[in-house]
């Protein structure tokens, strides 16, 4: 980790409770690992959660893209390294999972937005949050795409889902990693190294909150021209575009894009 880049590290190790049924982690379980080393760098940096509710606002995830050498098992030691990066009118954040032996086995890259309690509405990163970024700062993951391509398959596969209060977080929205899920949901896995993808990019368009009625859908899709050719070896010649939706508008709530082997 560079020095300069206001950096954060967590560790602890994988419980059960967070392995499927391949005997790995989850990616809900990832997503949770990130989120939870995000919010204690913020705390350090003077942008956290709480500092933000006092002034009527809150983070929200815009946007996410995970890259994964291998998921980990049940008791590993892990530590995950985390940091502010360049911003916008987003806040970028990056992050690196290392095992025990010190090799990075997934990275990631991230979006944030601020929104306003009182109304819900998405608003610039006030300036004095904008201050506390590293003025040099280091590179995140990048995203895959510049806007990842709408699901238009005719032939897609698709699960029926059902919002609950326990798939919401401290903002009353469905947390952002309970989508990781959902999104995966659908696919048919086809042995161990199908089961996990290589590479995810999830966009999150609207919130969703409880009793609401939601249709996760996928479909194989050739790679997006603009993607990165290192991520499209041999190991990873397929990609599914996905995408969830709400019955009761059929508004699009997230969107996202899965490599696999």
Not at 48 to 73: C, N, S, Y
Not at 213 to 235: N, R, T
Request: proline share 5%; with cysteine.
């Amino acid at each position: 980790m560079a020095a300069n880049d206001n950096g954060y590290e967590m560790r602890f190790s994988v419980r059960y409770g967070e392995i499927g049924f391949n005997n790995l982690a989850t990616f809900s379980a990832l997503g949770n690992w990130l989120q939870e080393a995000a919010g204690l760098s913020a705390d350090t940096l003077g942008f956290g959660e709480d500092i933000l509710w006092q002034r009527g606002l809150t983070w929200i995830l815009a946007r996410l893209v995970l890259r994964v050498k291998r998921m980990p098992h049940a008791g590993e030691e892990l530590c995950v390294r985390t940091w502010p990066s360049r911003h916008d009118r987003f806040g970028y954040r990056g992050y690196e999972l290392f095992d025990a032996s010190g090799d990075c086995i997934a990275s990631s890259g991230s979006a944030w937005m601020v929104m306003r309690l009182a109304d819900r509405q998405p608003m610039p990163v006030p300036q004095d949050v904008a201050d506390a970024f590293p003025r040099n700062p280091r590179d995140c993951d990048a995203f895959t795409c510049r806007a990842i391509p709408r699901l238009r398959a005719e032939q897609t596969e698709a699960a029926l889902l059902r919002v609950r209060r326990d798939d919401l977080d401290i903002n009353g929205h469905v947390n952002n990693t309970r989508y990781l899920a959902w999104l995966l949901e659908p696919v048919q896995a086809d042995g161990d190294d199908r089961a996990t993808p290589l590479l995810m990019d999830v966009t999150f368009r609207a919130e969703c909150f409880p009793q609401e009625e939601l249709e996760s859908a996928c479909a194989l899709a050739p790679a997006p021209a603009e993607a990165p050719g290192e991520i499209f070896g041999a190991e990873a010649s397929r990609c599914r575009l996905h995408s969830i939706r709400r019955l009761g508008d059929d508004a699009e709530v997230c969107r996202a894009l899965t490599l696999w082997r």
